[in-house]
T-cell receptor
Framework: AQSVAQPEDQVNVAEGNPLTVKCTYSVSGNPYLFWYVQYPNRGLQFLLKYITGDNLVKGSYGFEAEFNKSQTSFHLKKPSALVSDSALYFC??????????FGPGTRLSVLP | GAVVSQHPSRVICKSGTSVKIECRSLDFQATTMFWYRQFPKQSLMLMAT?????????EQGVEKDKFLINHASLTLSTLTVTSAHPEDSSFYIC???????????FGPGTRLTVL
């Protein structure tokens, strides 16, 4: 079965420090990979995606993610966290020709 | 990026009534629209996929007679929760994709509360 894991329910980081939100997946073939952010009572906002090419993908708001095929991971990173980055982050994969599969989400809290 | 709207953003209704939620793609033609349900502190669960002009495809365990989906045009899909009950209270999110396989744009969500 296709699945996406985000091993941490919660990540706490101090403002100005680097942050990492982890994601691993188990799907067949070469899926498209995505990160979305959700603020309270809002829909999902697109951050970045990996389709093909360079393993390091740069996205919105200074976020980036690194695709690692051997580890089937797609961790989200940011060099310097802001308090306004505090939100719920979802990793998602889309196997070719199939629907999105979302991870359970990781709540990021950036402490001032 | 493309914009998807949902209306209403919040609705409170009495048990037994039906509620309609609209999802619109504002600046692109959505060949496919998706409806998700999200419980508090949980991920999105895909309920159904709809293509314009055809019947929706429901995920296993989703009652098609309870959650009626209509995708009448390339810019509008509606989800009707029929005879709503308190357990139907949730955050409903729609998304839409155009002709590109890798793109899916999400609406802001609708919070349904059934008393």
């Amino acid at each position: 079965a296709q699945s996406v894991a985000q091993p941490e329910d919660q990540v706490n980081v101090a403002e100005g420090n680097p942050l990492t939100v982890k994601c691993t997946y188990s799907v067949s073939g070469n899926p498209y990979l995505f990160w979305y952010v959700q603020y309270p009572n809002r829909g999902l906002q697109f951050l970045l995606k990996y389709i093909t090419g360079d393993n390091l993908v740069k996205g919105s708001y200074g976020f980036e993610a690194e695709f690692n095929k051997s580890q089937t991971s797609f961790h989200l990173k940011k060099p310097s966290a802001l308090v306004s980055d505090s939100a719920l982050y979802f990793c998602a994969v889309r196997p070719y020709g199939q629907n999105f599969v979302f991870g359970p989400g990781t709540r990021l809290s950036v402490l001032p | 990026g493309a914009v998807v709207s949902q209306h209403p953003s919040r609705v409170i209704c009495k048990s037994g009534t039906s509620v309609k939620i609209e999802c619109r793609s504002l600046d692109f033609q959505a060949t496919t629209m998706f409806w998700y349900r999200q419980f508090p502190k949980q991920s999105l669960m895909l309920m159904a996929t709809s293509n314009e002009g055809s019947k929706a495809t429901y995920e296993q365990g989703v009652e098609k007679d309870k959650f009626l989906i209509n995708h009448a045009s390339l810019t509008l899909s509606t989800l009707t929760v029929t005879s709503a009950h308190p357990e139907d209270s949730s955050f409903y999110i729609c998304s839409a994709s155009g002709y590109r396989e890798d793109e899916q744009f999400f609406g802001p969500g609708t919070r349904l509360t059934v008393l």
